[in-house]
Each structure stands twice: as structure tokens, then as C-alpha cells.
């Protein structure tokens, strides 16, 4: 089967590149394209490009993304740039006979003050955290893009939304990136010029469940696989998402802690409280997933030093960013 692997240069998309390798996928029967090669935002382009390749399925990882800094700072290409990524890709996939799509969307989907652990049929039943409510109505609208077509049209496009992710091929920009590879970067930086402080943005009270994008990978691909009756049976067809994540959190401040212990800082961890701290908890109930067969094989120490490895291995890379 021809499959469409949109964002194979992303940290996810590169993990299910690697998945599908690692399971005996011939390479020739994965297409992919950089974003020089073809804009996602383009439609015309998207829509030759579906006509000329046929793929018989699509995975869309490709996705605007950044931590609460880049959120706040550029709301309107967070929303826009999706809108158009999503738009083009699912409605000419469906424009090009694809029947086959799997939509990657993220847990901020769910609203602020949700009970924890929020489980799928809390979408849309509240207000959204404000500091990436653009990025997540996108990541909404792409879900029920999915439902919609769907129900009109009788494809098979799903959903997942994975909590926190993390590892090999993530972004540790030291403004733009989110909480964990920030703070990889921050406390490796501190290691290599002897410093005895690092400041931790907000007050360390938040917690947060992270997942490593190895294991969002294969349990993108476990979703992909399921049998349709299977799928419809665990979901409804206005409510299709399914959460993917450990079903553990940890506060940032304990995060910090783990990840000054990987890096061998052993200096001070300050806090500084003027900054905003986000959500106050984020977990998922992943029980609709476990209930299909699937669960996490790394665990979050495990997955940060793996992290923490490749992060090493490339810093020559990554100092440039």
C-alpha cells in the first residue's frame, strides 16, 4: 500500500518513518516530501500532487508547532498555518479516492478546566487553555474535517491525540520549543559553562504527562492497522478521537529534577514565578485505547536519557537552531 507520510521531517513523523521501516515496509511504498518540495499549504500544489501520487493512505503529522512562548507570540500563523495544512491535505485526500487517513491531532484539544484524567468525550465542553486556544481549535476543526467526511462520504479517517510528546528529532530552541527540551537544553547549557542556577519558568506546580514519540509512533500505526470494526466499535462516529498517552504524570518541577540528574547539573533550580504556568494539570485517560490492545513501552526516565543521548549526539546540529 502507498502511503503518504506528510511531515516524515518532524519529530513524529520521523519516528513513524522509522516504524514503518522497522515493520518491513518497502521504502519505495512511502512517499514523502519536504516542505520545499511541496507546501502543505498550497492547495493547488496538494491537490497535483494527490492526483499525480494516488497514495492509497495518508498519515498527516505534519503540523505548525511550539511550546506556550511561540503560542503567545504568534497565535495567527498557529491557526492559520494548520487550518491550511489540514484542510489541504485531508480535503484532497478525499478529493484523490484516498480512503485511508489518520489525523494527528494533540491533547490541548480538551478544555482548561476538564476533569482529569480527560477522556475523549470531554472535547468540546468547555473553554480552552488560553495560551494555545488558536493551535487548538485547529487541531478541532481537523478532527471533525475527519467526522465529517466520514459521515457524507463513508471513508475511514481517524484520529489520534497524543499527550506531551518527546524525543529524538525534537525541537530545543531555546524559546520556541516545549517544557522538556527546553529544559534538556537549559540544564546541558548549564553543565557546559559551570553555572550554579537555572531558572525554571513558572512556578514547577503544573503537571504534565509525557509520552515518547517512538511509542506515539507505533501506536499511530496500531490505529492505523485496526480492523474498521474494531475502531467503530470503541467510538462514535461525531465522537471518533482516540487519546494516546502513559497514563502517568509529573509536576515540572519533579521533570526538572529528573532531568538536572541525566545532565549531572548539580546546582540550583529556582523558579520564576511572573511567568505563566499553563494548564495546571493535562493528563489523559488513554482506558479507550488500552481497551483495543495497545500501551506505552518506555517509561519517562528511560525515554529521557534516550532523549538526552541523541540530544548529545547531535548538539553540534542543534546549537545552531
Not at 484539544?109 to 481549535?137: D, K, S, W
Not at 537544553?185 to 503544573?206: C, L, Q, S
Request: glycine fraction near 8%; charge should be negative; aromatic fraction near 6%.
Amino acid at each position: 500500500m502507498k502511503i503518504f507520510l506528510a511531515g516524515h521531517r518532524g519529530m513524529v513523523g520521523g519516528a513513524i518513518h522509522r516504524q514503518l521501516l522497522a515493520r518491513g515496509t518497502d521504502p519505495g511504498d512511502i512517499i514523502t516530501r519536504s516542505h520545499s518540495e511541496l507546501d502543505l499549504t498550497d492547495q493547488a500544489a496538494v491537490r497535483e500532487f494527490m492526483r499525480s501520487e494516488r497514495p492509497e493512505a495518508v498519515i498527516l503529522a505534519a503540523a505548525k508547532v511550539g511550546g506556550i512562548h511561540a503560542n503567545n507570540t504568534y497565535p495567527a500563523d498557529f491557526i492559520h498555518d494548520n487550518l491550511l495544512i489540514q484542510t489541504n491535505v485531508i480535503g484532497q485526500s478525499h478529493a484523490a479516492g484516498v480512503h485511508k487517513l489518520l489525523f494527528l491531532g494533540s491533547s490541548c484539544i480538551y478544555p482548561r478546566a476538564a476533569p482529569q484524567p480527560m477522556t475523549e468525550e470531554a472535547l468540546l465542553t468547555g473553554v480552552l487553555e488560553p495560551t494555545n486556544e488558536p493551535y487548538a481549535v485547529a487541531k478541532i476543526a481537523g478532527i471533525k474535517l475527519c467526522e465529517s467526511i466520514n459521515r457524507q462520504h463513508g471513508t475511514d479517517y481517524r484520529s489520534v491525540m497524543p499527550t506531551n510528546l518527546y524525543g529524538p528529532g525534537d525541537n530545543f530552541h531555546p524559546e520556541n520549543s516545549h517544557v522538556l527540551p527546553a529544559l534538556i537544553r537549559r540544564f546541558d547549557e548549564a553543565v557546559r559553562e559551570n553555572r550554579d542556577e537555572v531558572m525554571i519558568w513558572g512556578t514547577g506546580a503544573p503537571r504534565r504527562e509525557f509520552l515518547h514519540v517512538d511509542d506515539m509512533a507505533r501506536a499511530s500505526l496500531f490505529v492505523m492497522d485496526l480492523d474498521h470494526a474494531i475502531y467503530a466499535a470503541n467510538t462514535d462516529v461525531m465522537l471518533s478521537h482516540v487519546n494516546v498517552g502513559t497514563g502517568k504524570d509529573v509536576s515540572i518541577a519533579d521533570l526538572a529534577r529528573m532531568i538536572a540528574d541525566i545532565t549531572g547539573f548539580r546546582g540550583r533550580i529556582t523558579f520564576d514565578t511572573s511567568r505563566p504556568d499553563g494548564t495546571m494539570r493535562k493528563l489523559m485517560d488513554g482506558s479507550r485505547l488500552a481497551s483495543m490492545g495497545w500501551q506505552a513501552q518506555l517509561g519517562l526516565e528511560e525515554g529521557l536519557v534516550d532523549t538526552y543521548r541523541w540530544y548529545r549526539d547531535n548538539i553540534a546540529t542543534i546549537r545552531e537552531t
